[in-house]
């Protein structure tokens, strides 16, 4: 059974930091793209960041660039996301994702929700004003 488990989320004031780790289990990410998105009460869940298996090139939503990072160690088969800078704005449900195929899914044209096939359970990122 596949299964990705997020953690690191919760409470920080305006302009603090968090990193959220994605844990997977029954499932190699390498070779697969990964991706985060993120969904605030009310709103479409939206990609964050993605990071491509084939040559580690990341992309990120244009809310996000230049203050988070994603990451992945193959060898703890463990996926990060950096946020620094944090704002109110960015308070959602994260959410950890990888595709099953083996297909380059994150590109600079964006990444769709329809390309990943396992998710985490989703943890809470609530920035404070």
């Known amino acids: 059974e596949v299964q990705l488990v997020e953690s690191g989320g919760g409470l920080v004031q305006d302009g603090g930091s968090l990193r959220l780790s994605c844990k997977a289990s029954g499932f190699g990410f390498d070779g697969y793209d990964i991706a985060w998105f993120r969904q605030a009460p009310g709103k479409q869940r939206e990609g964050v960041a993605c990071i491509s298996s084939g040559d580690g090139y990341t992309y990120y939503a244009d809310s996000v660039k230049g203050r988070f990072t994603i990451s992945t160690d193959d060898a703890k088969n463990t996926n990060y996301l950096q946020m620094i800078s944090l704002r109110p704005e960015d308070t959602a449900v994260y959410y950890c994702?990888?595709?099953?195929?083996?297909?380059?899914?994150?590109?600079?044209?964006?990444?769709?929700?329809?390309?990943?096939?396992?998710w985490g359970q989703g943890i809470q990122v609530t920035v404070s004003s």
């Open positions: 994702t990888t595709e099953s195929r083996a297909l380059r899914q994150c590109t600079s044209d964006g990444w769709a929700i329809s390309a990943f096939a396992y």
